[in-house]
């Protein structure tokens, strides 16, 4: 493989200074953390994801036509995913391997792909190296282009393995699950759409994603705004132009700077005439290690090179018994403090190459984030900090406030008004909900929101009791994985071995018991106290905007080798998590 220049800071920088300087780094932290609190008391609510009325183009397709009008359809089928992103692509292809025929994805979008369907802005790519991220390459025998993957290719990548698991020919897109409710009696789930169909399956998949629906800041005056707006899941190519180059004469502004701005606004900030970056919180923005994909090293890899790479990464960290020795005499609080101080040394390492890159003083000043790494998503690109050394190009830092007024010309911060062509919305995604626009009813007509509402319970994060053949993927109480595929994987992988074994003992349902359930439960409360992390960091929806009562509403931080034991765990004694029926 090719050696590139600079080398990720990542999280392995050596603590040397005395201890005063990362307490005072905390104390700026904190300072930095509680501004944005006192901003917004209200949490998660700052947000809205409804878009009825004025708002509803913001949700609108812009890559397919209307959907055809089609007759409904009343049919039943054995497994039925609500979604088509790498969730019920990966799924299916382990339950093609154990023979189940009859699969059907039912989709919003008008292709497979998921996130990758609908993230297409300019610059869209995966921060995990390919070889990772993207599924499936042993089964589809395809070596990534580079060693990070761009969204084109990944949501080629999504069509390729529909095809080659037969998953168009039940398709239905443009399409959203409206209902899904559990029979008893049949021992069957009906599922109604928004094309007004009645399907029956004896297996649902919530396989919505864990980052589907966009969200928009409810900023004061948002919908008076005369110019272009939309927002980056929805990007506007008929406007822009593919190229970009419908912004040549054009002012742009874009609100955020999380990981999808990160990407977009160095193509921005080279099409647009000026470009306005409204930013509330920066980004860390680390050295993006990329190259094509060396030929000759493709052409070597040895068949089921992905599952031995992901199996290695799978592996708990070996230590030497030096090294255990070391842990084990140092007390939780040491290691905590050692943790924290590597983590602002990394910190302190992204603050420098800014200084390095960015030539306007105030500017570099600016983009420095403050808080510990992994407190937000972190971001990997060479060109989005050189991009704030054009002169087209214009940091707006509303130091934590955000923008708070729009007006018809465009937003307003500090009682200054920036006139713009175009408003473009890098504001996110509501996270992992299951079933975002379908209600779910299990045994005895309860609504799966409604037994969460004092808390979510699930088995793995996966099952929940009273939902029998009912399975979720990427929700929360499951672990969590920088490589969401692999974690996505180890889901999928399960839920085709209960699928499986329900159909070799001809089992018609399958439902994990209370008891498996409450075991669970405990096990995500338990793990989730072993820090104050999540309530020490800047708000975000990594830690649900700092609403920090919601202790059972995480995912398990009991660590992804331990995830996966445990899913293996259930698998070789089914029997005691869960209660199957025979009809
Ligand atoms: P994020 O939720 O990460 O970012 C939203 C941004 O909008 C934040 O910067 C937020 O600021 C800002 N914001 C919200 N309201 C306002 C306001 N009123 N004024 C100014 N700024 C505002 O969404 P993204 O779409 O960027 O990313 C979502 C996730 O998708 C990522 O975390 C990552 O998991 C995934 N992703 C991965 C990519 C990759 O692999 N490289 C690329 C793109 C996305 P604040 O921080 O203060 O809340």
Request: hydrophobic share 35%; proline share 5%; charged share 25%.
């Amino acid at each position: 493989m090719k050696e590139s220049k600079e080398k990720p800071i990542g999280l392995a920088a050596r603590p040397t200074r005395p201890q005063e300087f990362y307490d005072n780094i905390k104390r700026k932290y904190a300072e930095e953390r509680d501004r944005r609190l006192n901003y917004r008391p209200n949490g998660t609510a700052q947000y809205t994801s409804d878009f009825s009325g004025a708002l509803s183009r913001y949700e609108v397709d812009p890559y397919a036509a209307e959907a055809p009008a089609r007759e409904p359809i009343n049919d039943t089928v054995e497994v039925l995913f609500i979604g088509g992103g790498f969730s019920a692509l990966l799924t299916s292809a382990r339950l093609r391997e154990h023979g189940v025929e009859s699969i059907r994805i039912v989709e919003r979008g008008a292709d497979v792909g998921g996130t990758w369907y609908w993230n297409r802005y300019p610059g869209v790519a995966c921060d995990v190296v390919a070889y990772d991220y993207l599924p499936l390459l042993d089964e589809l025998d395809y070596v990534p282009k580079d060693h990070y993957a761009r969204g084109p290719e990944i949501f080629a990548h999504c069509q390729a393995i529909a095809r080659k698991y037969n998953l168009y020919e039940l398709a239905t897109f443009q399409t959203t699950v409206t209902s899904t409710v559990w029979d008893p009696a049949e021992q069957m789930w009906n599922i109604a759409t928004d094309r007004g169909d009645r399907m029956k399956a004896r297996f649902v998949i919530c396989a919505n994603g864990t980052l589907s629906k966009p969200k928009l800041a409810k900023i004061k005056g948002l919908e008076t705004f005369k110019g272009h707006s939309f927002h980056t899941s929805r990007w506007d190519y008929a406007y822009t132009r593919p190229d970009l180059s419908g912004l040549e004469d054009k002012v742009v502004g874009i609100i955020g700077t999380g990981a999808t701005a990160v990407q977009a606004i160095p193509g921005l900030g080279a099409a647009a005439k000026e470009l306005y970056v409204f930013q509330r919180t920066p980004s860390s923005i680390d050295v993006r290690d990329d190259w094509p994909t060396d030929p000759n090293w493709a052409r070597r890899l040895p068949q089921g090179w992905q599952s031995r790479r992901r199996a290695l990464a799978r592996m708990e960290p070996q230590m030497t018994d030096a090294q255990k020795a070391k842990q084990a005499a140092m007390s939780p609080e040491e290691k905590i403090r050692r943790q924290e101080n590597a983590n602002i040394e990394a910190m302190m390492k992204i603050h420098q190459r800014i200084d390095a890159i960015v030539k306007d003083k105030a500017t570099a000043d600016a983009l420095k984030p403050w808080y510990m790494l992994m407190c937000k998503r972190p971001c990997f690109h060479n060109d989005y900090l050189p991009t704030f050394n054009r002169p087209n190009v214009h940091l707006v830092d509303t130091k934590g406030m955000g923008i708070t007024e729009i007006e018809e010309k465009g937003p307003v911060f500090e009682g200054k008004q920036y006139e713009l062509d175009v408003l473009i919305y890098a504001t996110g995604f509501e996270v992992q909900k299951t079933g975002i626009y379908n209600q779910i009813k299990g045994e005895n007509g309860l609504e799966l929101n409604d037994k969460y509402r004092e808390g979510i319970r699930t088995l793995l994060g996966i099952h929940s009791q009273g939902y029998p053949n009912l399975f979720i993927m990427g929700g929360y109480q499951a672990s969590f994985q920088f490589n969401l595929t692999d974690m996505l994987q180890a889901q999928g992988d399960h839920i085709a071995a209960c699928i499986d074994y329900a159909r070799r003992h001809g089992f018609q349902s399958i439902d994990a018991t209370r008891e498996a359930e409450e075991w669970w439960v405990q096990e995500v409360i338990k793990h989730r106290g072993k820090t104050s992390r999540n309530q020490e960091c800047t708000p975000g929806y990594y830690n649900f905007e700092g609403e920090f009562q919601r202790r059972q509403d995480g995912n398990y931080n009991g660590g992804f080798f331990q995830y996966c034991s445990h899913l293996s765990e259930v698998q070789k004694r089914m029997d005691e998590h869960f209660a199957f029926d025979k009809k």
